[in-house]
């Protein structure tokens, strides 16, 4: 088990403790840990608020409501899982949508573009 395995375990909290004190101590030290932080996918993960495998593996940044524990009740724990993933999915589909909702103004004002440049001549759609 590597330095890492044993940072990962106490997770975002060590990592950011050890990055504060690299600076500290002299900053291009701080700046290596960043760039380790950064290539290593962790920093993506905080930033993003997505989940790597490192921390679902752990448990303890699955939600913000401090892991995905059972509650005990196992109605509720489905139903918890239920809302959770239709909300994923939503966010997903609200995503795309988005996608969509860019592509089509692109579209538009490129074809916009297009036909100013039709009307007026290459040259003095550029110009305007």
Same mark, same amino acid.
């Given at each position: !088990?590597?330095?890492?395995?044993?940072?990962?375990?106490?997770?975002?909290?060590?990592?950011?403790?050890?990055?504060?004190?690299?600076?500290?101590?002299?900053?291009?030290?701080?700046?290596?840990?960043?760039?380790?932080?950064?290539?290593?996918?962790?920093?993506?993960?905080?930033?993003?608020?997505?989940?790597?495998? !490192?921390?679902?593996?752990?448990?303890?940044?699955?939600?913000?409501?401090?892991?995905?524990?059972?509650?005990?009740?196992?109605?509720?724990?489905?139903?918890?899982?239920?809302?959770?993933?239709?909300?994923?999915?939503?966010?997903?589909?609200?995503?795309?949508?988005?996608?969509?909702?860019?592509?089509?103004?692109?579209?538009?004002?490129?074809?916009?573009?297009?036909?100013?440049?039709?009307?007026?001549?290459?040259?003095?759609?550029?110009?305007?």
């Amino acid at each position: !088990m590597g330095i890492t395995s044993k940072i990962d375990e106490f997770g975002l909290v060590a990592w950011i403790t050890i990055m504060v004190l690299a600076f500290a101590v002299a900053w291009p030290f701080g700046l290596v840990v960043l760039a380790y932080l950064a290539f290593s996918g962790r920093l993506k993960t905080w930033v993003k608020g997505g989940k790597s495998d !490192m921390f679902k593996a752990r448990g303890r940044w699955h939600s913000p409501c401090g892991g995905n524990r059972s509650s005990g009740n196992a109605a509720f724990d489905e139903y918890k899982e239920e809302t959770l993933k239709r909300l994923e999915d939503e966010q997903n589909d609200f995503h795309s949508f988005l996608d969509r909702l860019r592509q089509a103004k692109d579209k538009a004002e490129f074809d916009q573009f297009m036909a100013d440049r039709r009307d007026n001549g290459p040259g003095e759609a550029a110009q305007a």
